[in-house]
């Protein structure tokens, strides 16, 4: 049989665990109704925050609907260097196609993944490209990012701006290789990694036309 020792320490050690699991549960229903709470405000702050992306590389003038509720969701797909599923915003005028935005990453950067926005026209013209996520050197390949380019009045990202489409395969390269795209001296690796996404992205986007302008508003889609 229990001490009476054995059987208070027993019981201290019973309202001890119902006092932590009171504890937990509190503070889990807390937790849970401040998100639930604060749920609409961030979803509102990244949607604001998306569309200023957005409207960097698509004009506003471009379209009257709500791009980020004209989506496309594709699937994972090696021409646009993404491993998982990504969205496709498309802009329109009085219901008809007129642009699009959609994630393209490049795969080879000199210190990783360059993850980007590039925007097209119905046309399939390059209209703009922004990059959102990469890890190059500080000071020397991170150019890529308007926000870090030294040359705010002329960004090295800006050459994407209205690309002619009139552009062969031999110049979607930096001048460096026979191409049109500018580079840093010392630094080129990562944007050839860049001009290279954005080509393939283009060339995508020319061999999927229907599928990705379609009227019909978000879905998820395969283009194979």
Request: hydrophobic content about 40%.
């Amino acid at each position: 049989m229990s001490t009476p020792a054995e059987k208070h320490a027993f019981r201290v050690s019973g309202e001890t665990a119902l006092t932590l699991v009171a504890f937990i549960v509190f503070f889990t229903a807390l937790l849970a109704w401040v998100y639930l709470f604060s749920r609409p405000v961030i979803e509102q702050s990244a949607r604001t925050e998306k569309l200023l992306v957005l409207n960097q590389i698509l004009p506003p003038s471009l379209y009257n609907n709500d791009p980020l509720n004209d989506t496309i969701i594709l699937p994972a797909e090696p021409a646009l260097g993404t491993k998982s599923s990504s969205t496709v915003y498309r802009a329109r005028i009085n219901g008809k196609p007129a642009a699009l935005v959609m994630d393209v990453v490049a795969p080879d950067g000199y210190s990783g993944a360059i993850k980007l926005l590039v925007a097209f026209n119905a046309a399939g013209q390059v209209l703009g490209a922004r990059v959102v996520e990469h890890k190059e050197t500080p000071g020397l390949g991170d150019y890529i990012d308007p926000r870090k380019d030294k040359n705010k009045e002329k960004p090295w990202i800006n050459q994407f701006d209205d690309v002619p489409v009139s552009l062969t395969s031999q110049d979607w390269h930096v001048k460096k290789d026979g191409g049109t795209f500018d580079a840093y001296a010392g630094a080129t690796v990562t944007p050839r990694a860049v001009v290279k996404a954005v080509y393939r992205a283009r060339n995508f986007v020319s061999e999927n036309h229907r599928v990705l302008f379609m009227p019909s508003a978000t879905q998820n889609l395969s283009t194979q």
